[in-house]
């Protein structure tokens, strides 16, 4: 599959649609029998808070992947993406009700890097309960 946005088509300041994820301790435990991830802080509501967490907190890898799913969305290309980045400022809190917690991105493109090899910077923001839960949240990304 190739990138189907073009490098002509896009300037820095280009907004890309903005998405939700809703994550839910159903959601938690499909993640850890995917990734191998059991820690109990991913499932387990006592020893998270006897570790210090408000609650269960979402995997940082399952956040990293919500959030780059914006950029892989846009792009129309998961192998577009050629490098990405972030550091985690805050956990995702997944209280155990219906609702869950839900992670917000917005983002935009930062900069064009590269004519010759048609790449951009874009710039991630990952919102969850109102507090930034990604900082430096970056994707280099190979367009057509």
Known sequence: MAATRR???VEPGTELPVRTFPVTRETLVRYAGASGDFNPIHWNERFAREVGLPDVIAHGMF???SAVRVVTDWVGDPGAVVEYGVRFTKPVVVPDDV???VIEVSAKVGAKLDDEARTVRVDLTATSAGQKVLGMARAV???A
Request: aromatic share 8%; proline share 0%.
């Open 99 to 101: 609702e869950g917690a």
């Open 141 to 143: 990304v190979r367009l």
């Open 63 to 65: 956040t990293m992947a």
């Open 7 to 9: 490098y002509a088509d």
